[in-house]
């Protein structure tokens, strides 16, 4: 019977698997989650390098001036982007459910966010020609003149010029109570990036064209920095009354255009249906 046991035990020590080495002291064996995913378009920003030197102005600050064409060449293709041919272009559920990077809104806002995606085109208040585009739904400026510690941030769009001193002057206390389209911006230095502080908005302008409301609460923060004749943006939209938590853009790339460009005047704004939209594939 002993024998037995011994045999037993014998047995099933075998079926136990080794013990390993003993864990060098200062190793640390707990598990760490992977890093946050990263966007194919942040992917493909991170990619890009110039060869060229960055200008700076007096100061030694990058200096942004320049034409920055609004088509990179992605082949990942635009974010948002809203594809024709499908039943409804501006109620495309799988594009929508393939974008990476969407504002996270609180629970019993979601709601109002797919009513006013899934209204009709003409209740997005940047399809008619009653309402600016705003910021940061503008996006990228298409052009940049940076002089006398002053920056201009120009898009050809309505209501698309912002004039911002570069002097490093504090936020004036009362910015905040502006109604604003492209909000009360102030602009500074954090070593090579230029950044742009705005506050002082109203709640008519959308995020995207996805139902992306905000209210007139909302704090935008951009960024933009140049490598030689590349421009990197990208924004960051705080909003706690609506927002579980404050949404960043992905990194957009503009390639500056060497050639002299004439900035026109905003074309005239026309009701319009989805064929005569001014930006009829991304709208966001």
Same mark, same amino acid.
């Given at each position: 019977?002993?024998?037995? @046991?011994?045999? =037993? ?27 946050? &995913?990263?966007?194919?378009? /942040? ?9 060229? %030197?960055?200008?700076? /102005?007096?100061?030694? *600050?990058?200096?942004?001036? =320049?034409?920055?064409? @609004? ?17 409804? +272009? ?10 990476? #990077? ?25 399809? =008619?020609?009653? *309402?600016?585009?705003?910021? +940061?739904?503008?996006?990228?400026? =298409? ?15 309505? #209501? ?15 910015? !905040?109570?502006?109604?604003?389209? #492209?909000? $009360?911006?102030? @602009? &500074? ?24 409301? *905000? !209210?007139? &609460? $909302?704090?935008? !923060? ?17 909003? %706690?009354?609506?927002?579980?938590? %404050?949404? !960043? ?8 255009? %060497? ?13 319009? /249906? ?7 594939? #991304? &709208?966001?």
């Amino acid at each position: 019977m002993v024998a037995a @046991a011994a045999i =037993g035990t014998a047995s099933l020590a075998a079926q136990q698997p080794a013990a390993g080495p003993p864990v060098p002291q200062g190793l640390v064996t707990t598990y760490r989650p992977a890093g946050k &995913r990263v966007s194919p378009q /942040d992917g493909f920003a991170a990619m890009q390098q110039s060869a060229l %030197p960055t200008p700076r /102005d007096a100061d030694g *600050h990058p200096d942004l001036s =320049g034409n920055w064409v @609004a088509n990179f060449p992605n082949p990942i293709g635009a974010p948002g982007l809203r594809m024709k041919g499908t039943f409804e +272009p501006d109620q495309a559920v799988m594009q929508r459910g393939a974008q990476w #990077n969407k504002p996270l809104y609180k629970p019993e806002l979601w709601e109002k966010v797919r009513s006013l995606d899934f209204g009709k085109a003409d209740i997005d208040p940047a399809y =008619g020609c009653t *309402h600016p585009v705003g910021v +940061p739904r503008q996006n990228v400026p =298409g052009r940049i003149v940076q002089k006398d510690r002053q920056i201009f941030l120009i898009n050809n769009v309505e #209501n698309g010029i912002r004039i911002l001193p570069l002097d490093g002057r504090q936020r004036d206390p009362l910015d !905040t109570e502006f109604s604003t389209y #492209n909000g $009360m911006g102030l @602009a &500074r230095w954090d070593g090579d990036t230029l950044v742009v502080e705005s506050v002082g908005f109203n709640d008519i302008t959308w995020l995207g064209w996805e139902g992306y409301f *905000h !209210t007139d &609460r $909302m704090k935008v !923060t951009e960024r933009f920095r140049r490598q030689g004749d590349l421009l990197f943006y990208g924004f960051t939209v705080d909003d %706690p009354d609506v927002l579980m938590e %404050p949404w !960043t853009s992905i990194t957009y790339v503009r390639r500056l255009n %060497p050639n002299p460009v004439r900035q026109d005047e905003a074309a005239i704004c026309e009701e319009r /249906d989805i064929d005569l939209l001014a930006d009829p594939y #991304n &709208r966001g």
